[in-house]
């Protein structure tokens, strides 16, 4: 099978190029196999080396209402009533404990992005 780890650049390079090409190859046959091996490989080594930063967790809640088409009318539920989810959004307030919680329940930011300081408060 001749399958090796992606230390390069140019290994990464030409791991693309292959799955690119056993894009069409059937599960459970020696080309799917193949394509299941190259993908984690790759996964890897983007993890390892082009790791990405959770947002800000007043960033992840709006872009949550964003592609959810959410009002602060709707995250009431989770935060409280509006003038406190405003203080929210506008960095005024910190989140809480439950309502990191709530917002990782109903609206699935990951908690890892929610329990992160802003950037207001990083920038401190």
Do not use: C, F, W
């Amino acid at each position: 099978m001749d399958i090796k780890p992606i230390k390069t650049k140019a290994d990464y390079r030409a791991a693309l190029k292959e799955i690119e090409a056993l894009m069409d190859a059937r599960p459970r046959t020696p080309s799917g196999d193949r394509l299941e091996l190259l993908v984690t490989l790759v996964e890897a080594y983007v993890a390892k080396h082009y790791p990405l930063d959770l947002p800000d967790p007043v960033e992840a809640i709006k872009y949550a209402m964003g592609s959810k088409g959410l009002t602060v009318k709707d995250l009431e539920p989770m935060i409280g009533r509006s003038n406190r989810v405003y203080e929210i959004l506008n960095r005024k307030r910190p989140l809480t404990l439950k309502m990191i919680q709530e917002l990782h329940r109903q609206l699935g930011i990951p908690a890892e992005s929610l329990i992160r300081p802003s950037k207001k408060a990083r920038a401190a």
